[in-house]
């Protein structure tokens, strides 16, 4: 079965970086892009940007342009964002989550990195 | 403000129909049949329940159906259940390759 996990809570300091991880397993890594969505607490959800499973070449959203890397490691079958520059509205949960085959919907969710800024 | 506009809450009965909109703007909404929507319960990810304005995943209950009309998408949910009660969010895949979420609709069940 299809599987997205995220490497674990993080607390950071105002101006330092994050980087988050997803292990994909159950598919074959390379046939799919993956995004990576925030949600601040109590708050919405904010799409971050997108990545290829399969070049690796990525599509950043505006707000994050400058700020994030996303990347992929194929043989691992693991994606990773890094977010620089870290300040107190960046705490939120992470998540990455598989855009489906053949449509423009997420249809795999991993279960979510909180990361906490703080001085 | 997100890009893509929806009610804060919607209520109803169990049993019930209820539908939440989706209204943007034209280059988000209209260029594109690529709305999806999400149910997300507390503490929880996301879970797709419509794709492409009106495709249901498989394992979705068939009790939820999508449609889009000019620049608004609609999700209804019919027969509204006690499980239905969560937050629903609305997402747009635009002309710049890029996606934008709605604010999110809390749904209550009565």
């Known amino acids: 079965q299809v599987q997205l996990v995220q490497s674990g809570a993080e607390v950071k300091k105002p101006g330092a970086s994050v980087k988050v991880s997803c292990k994909a397993s159950?598919?074959?890594?390379?046939?799919?892009?993956i995004s990576w969505v925030r949600q601040a607490p109590g708050q919405g959800l904010e799409w971050m940007g997108w990545?290829?499973?399969?070049?690796?070449?990525?599509n950043y959203a505006q707000n994050f342009q400058g700020r994030v890397t996303m990347t992929t490691d194929t043989s691992t079958n693991t994606a990773y964002m890094e977010l620089r520059s870290l300040r107190s509205d960046d705490t939120a949960v992470y998540y990455c989550?598989?855009?489906?085959?053949?449509?423009?919907?997420?249809?795999?969710w991993g279960q979510g990195s909180l990361v906490t800024v703080s001085s | 403000q997100s890009a893509l506009t929806q009610p804060a809450s919607v209520s109803g009965s169990p049993g019930q129909s209820i539908t939440i909109s989706c209204t943007g703007t034209s280059r988000v909404v209209d260029d594109y049949n690529y709305v999806s929507w999400y149910q997300q319960h507390p503490g929880k990810a996301p879970k797709l329940v419509i794709y492409d304005v009106s495709n249901r995943p498989s394992g979705v209950s068939n009790r939820f159906s999508g449609s889009k009309s000019g620049t608004t998408a609609s999700l209804t949910i019919s027969g509204l259940q006690a499980e239905d009660e969560g937050d629903y969010y609305c997402s747009s895949y635009t002309s710049r390759k890029t996606w934008v979420y709605g604010g999110g609709t809390k749904v209550t069940v009565l």
């Open positions: 990545i290829s499973g399969y070049i690796g070449n990525t």
């Open positions: 159950g598919y074959t890594f390379t046939s799919y892009g």
């Open positions: 989550a598989r855009v489906g085959w053949g449509m423009f919907g997420f249809d795999y």
